[in-house]
């Protein structure tokens, strides 16, 4: 079983940036798309962004648009989501997943990260 591994997660101020990276244990791991999502305290987990690998399509929800960017290198297995301009309400376990993709519930994905808190102080 491929795992996903995460890294980048930390504390920051509010309006600071972290970037977050995901990595196949598997290099030749090609799944149709890779996303990520949150569980904010006393939540259910929640789908923020996703990336069509062969195509490069990136897709990011209302409350992370023009803040948040998921992105791949060129050739490399690693998905990152950049976040710009962070808020308390940002404070969350960030998930990496990898699957089908072809929408934003959690059944298009079969592999998961084990998760990396973000705290976003004010």
């Known amino acids: 079983q491929v795992r996903l591994v995460e890294s980048g997660g930390g504390s920051v101020e509010a309006g600071g940036s972290l970037r977050l990276s995901c990595t196949p244990s598997?290099?030749?791991?090609?799944?149709?798309?890779m996303a990520w999502f949150r569980q904010r305290p006393g939540n259910k987990r929640e789908f923020t962004s996703h990336?069509?690998?062969?195509?490069?399509?990136?897709y990011h929800v209302d409350s992370v648009k023009g803040r948040f960017t998921i992105w791949r290198d060129n050739g490399e297995n690693t998905v990152y989501l950049q976040m710009n301009d962070l808020k308390p309400e940002d404070t969350a376990i960030y998930y990496c997943?990898?699957?089908?993709?072809?929408?934003?519930?959690?059944?298009?994905?079969?592999?998961w990260g084990q998760g990396t808190q973000v705290t976003v102080s004010l």
């Open positions: 997943a990898a699957g089908a993709g072809r929408g934003a519930s959690e059944d298009w994905y079969d592999h």
């Open positions: 990336l069509i690998l062969n195509g490069d399509h990136p």
């Open positions: 598997d290099p030749t791991f090609s799944p149709y798309a």
